[in-house]
């Protein structure tokens, strides 16, 4: 019996050992970074983003960029906030913010496209009848795609029902129950039919010139143009369609839900509208009103996840062997469409040196580069010229939006320009 005790007290010994052993592997890996520049050119972006971390332009960020299929940088910075409690790993999400138009909503209508379920040259009207009757619904899906359609950049919805002085209880409240279940932060519902109030607002909006105006609005019609076709929500049919059976697991709307472990970067203190630090809430006021997901804003993902997505972009539809959407239909949606004058997008993408060199991008971005940026701090662009795709993921509005102090310091083009160097470009 002593025997068998001391035999079994080894063998519990053993297991722990491995466990913590495995645990620790696991953290290792999990935070791993990947560097094959030369060192000169790493230890520069380095410098930059300590800087801009030691300034509090940011808390922290994700860099990745694969170059012919093969991670040659990926980096974690700095810490979730400015607490230097909980370091950013590979594993963090973060609010992408408007990067959710091309890799979500925009990759929807790319399927549905693929699937001859819509064609781009529909009106809103053919499919959202609340529209009926109005020039909203004339416009056409191209023209919600490449923000010509002359719908205006933004509405703060939000600033009519809530402020830093006051709340309307009518449409807010703490506690939910049968009138108010739609939560947008943690205590605050919205009542159920204030969605159906900002449709009707959008539907009589007035439309301006057709011309380029980068517009939210034209992005939640687009996503009540699929879920009238699917008929369903569409992060379930994205969910379905793409991020699941693409392996990817921390990529997604309502990150609450899915992220388990807490390992989400919180965005703005937010004094106006929901009163407290957003952590797991999307950013974006209009998409908050509409469940967390107003077609503009709502996806939550790491960098490493985004690159599964471009990554299959960049491969014409494929990743894995699998085929998500058919060649043709990549290469049309991501290439510059020009329309009303407009010679800078695609379809729900961003093209921004077509036309011109842009001093969005590096001088040695490709004229067919194509990605798009976020307001919480993010980009991503692919240049199928260079085989490079870069990624930059932050979380630069916590705990004030503004000022955009990320954009005046130009880190993310600065860190791009860099790699580009790296690779001899």
């Known amino acids: 019996m002593k025997r068998f005790l001391k035999y079994l007290l080894v063998l519990c010994l053993f297991l722990f050992s491995f466990t913590a052993c495995f645990a620790q592997n696991n953290a290792e ?15 520069r972006i380095d410098s930059m983003v300590n ?23 990926s980096k974690n910075y700095g810490f979730l906030t400015y607490d230097s409690v909980d370091a950013v790993n ?20 790319m399927r549905l496209f693929d699937d001859r379920r819509l064609r781009l040259t529909d009106k809103v009207g053919q499919y959202l009848d609340y529209t009926s009757g109005t020039a909203v619904a004339e416009l056409t899906l191209a023209e919600l795609l490449t923000h010509t359609s002359g719908l205006s950049a933004f509405v703060p919805f939000y600033r009519e029902i809530s402020g830093k002085d006051f709340w309307d209880t009518t449409v807010l409240h703490t506690v939910a129950d049968d009138r108010f279940s739609l939560k ?40 009540e143009v699929v879920e009238s076709i699917i ?12 991020y699941r059976p ?18 989400i970067a919180p965005t703005e203190n937010d004094k106006y509208f929901r009163k407290q630090v957003l952590k797991g809430y999307v950013h974006d006021q209009t998409a908050a009103l509409f469940g967390g997901n107003g077609g503009n804003a709502g996806l939550f993902s790491t960098a490493h996840e985004v690159s599964a997505l471009l990554s299959m972009l960049m491969h014409g539809g494929v990743y894995n062997g699998r085929t998500y959407l058919s060649e043709k239909t990549v290469r049309q949606f991501v290439s510059t469409c020009p329309m009303h004058g407009c010679q800078r997008r695609g379809l729900g993408f961003d093209t921004p040196s077509f036309p011109a060199k842009n001093p969005v991008l590096p001088a040695q971005a490709g004229r067919r580069t194509y990605g798009h940026q976020g307001f919480t701090g993010t980009v ?10 870069y990624i ?29 160097k790296a690779l001899g470009f």
């Open 184 to 223: 947008v932060a943690d205590n605050i519902f919205l009542r159920n039919d204030y969605p159906d109030t900002l449709r009707y607002k959008i539907a009589i909006y007035h439309i301006g010139q057709k011309k380029y105006v980068y517009s939210d609005l034209g992005f939640f019609l687009l996503k």
């Open 51 to 73: 800087l801009c971390i030691d300034h509090k332009i940011l808390p922290g960020c994700q860099i990745l960029a694969i170059h012919s299929d093969s991670v040659v940088f």
């Open 380 to 389: 991503f662009w692919c240049d199928p010229d260079a085989d490079l795709i």
């Open 90 to 109: 590979d594993a963090t999400v973060y609010d992408v913010a408007s990067m959710t138009k091309p890799l979500a909503t925009t990759l929807a209508v």
């Open 246 to 263: 693409m392996g990817l697991r921390r990529t997604g709307f309502h990150p609450l839900e899915f992220v388990k472990d807490g390992n």
């Open 231 to 242: 008929q369903r929500p569409m992060e379930e049919y994205l969910t379905d369609e793409f």
């Open 392 to 420: 930059f993921l932050s979380n630069r509005v916590y705990p004030d939006m503004e000022p955009n102090r990320l954009s005046q310091s130009r880190l993310r083009l600065l860190a791009h320009e860099e790699i580009y």
């Open 29 to 43: 890996k999990e935070n791993a970074s990947v560097d094959l520049l030369p060192a000169y050119y790493s230890h």
